[in-house]
């Protein structure tokens, strides 16, 4: 009989966790066992960085120069490729939006993030677009006539289509249609949420500011919206996590991706605990 992919790969592995010897390379050896059976990328636990420091100990800057350069914004070409280059690794908002005068939308923000719990917020900042008559990209024009979007989590396994919905399609072309992903009907919104994505966030408009230059040029609109429906793969979802009535997502498995500087994405491979310090702690 033949011998499986599994256990072809378990004996690679093996290997590899020789030369990386002790629990670290039993970790790794394990970690790509499961990536190449499962089809998905496990994140590995590790100790922490530093597992020795005690408080006052220094954690100073790991380069041979430890200078700093200072950059006043007012003094760049461009701030853009400093912010997200710097301001790393962002989450992403993949948003879809719909209104009876612009039709559907599917577009990714990696100006994004989560801003409250009570009420569950979350936010993405939309760049105003010179080129579109009212100077809005397809979303903001979508949620400033219906109010309403979906907060979908990119993963890894759907990434390219995803990306794909960066095209500069025209006005009124559905990035569904174009990127091949699913539409699944939201329960309380009118846009539909994504059928690939293993979390998705149902939310209403609360909040829209306006952010402009030192030109008075409007540049962009954060948008905050109240969650007020979620929906969690149930492979993932852990209904008692945090214990009852407190529902948690387990990471592994999720596969979720941040934005770095450039077209470069990332994944989160390796994680650790750290917890907080008492809140009497005094250093010693």
């Known amino acids: 009989a033949g011998v499986s992919p599994e256990r072809k790969m378990t004996g690679v592995v093996s290997a590899a966790a020789l ?48 200078s700093h350069t200072a950059l006043d914004p007012k003094k760049l070409a461009s701030c853009y490729p400093l912010m997200i280059s710097s301001f790393v690794p962002r ?3 993949f948003v879809s939006s719909k209104s009876d005068r612009f039709g559907g939308n599917l577009a990714p923000f990696s100006y994004a993030g989560c801003f409250n719990h009570d009420p569950p917020t979350v936010a993405f900042s939309v760049v105003a677009k010179d080129a579109a008559e009212d100077g ?30 960066c095209g500069a399609f025209a006005r009124g072309v559905d990035e569904f249609d174009e990127s091949g ?12 949420r994504v ?4 979390v998705a966030f149902e939310c209403r408009l609360s909040h829209r500011h ?9 540049t962009s609109t954060l948008i905050l919206g109240e969650v007020v429906m979620v929906h969690v793969a149930t492979a993932l979802c852990e209904m008692e996590g945090a214990g009852p ?3 948690t997502v387990k990471f592994d498995g999720y596969n979720p991706l941040a934005r770095l500087g450039g077209n470069t994405y990332a994944r989160t491979t390796s994680t650790f605990d750290l917890p907080r310090p008492d809140r009497n702690v005094r250093k010693v």
């Open 19 to 66: 030369v990386v010897s002790g629990a670290a390379g039993y970790a790794i050896a394990m970690w790509l066992v499961r990536r190449r059976t499962a089809g998905l990328t496990h994140a590995v636990r590790t100790a922490p960085p530093h597992p020795s420091w005690s408080p006052g100990d220094k954690q100073p800057l790991p380069f041979d120069d430890r």
């Open 91 to 93: 989450p992403i908002a």
């Open 136 to 165: 809005k990209k397809d979303t903001l024009a979508n949620i400033d006539e219906s109010g309403d979007f979906v907060v979908n989590i990119m993963s890894e396994w759907y990434v390219e289509a995803a990306n794909h919905t």
């Open 181 to 192: 992903l699913t539409r699944l009907p939201s329960v309380v919104v009118g846009p539909p």
């Open 195 to 198: 059928g690939e994505a293993a």
């Open 210 to 218: 306006e952010m402009r230059n030192a030109q008075g040029k409007l």
């Open 245 to 247: 009535g407190k529902p």
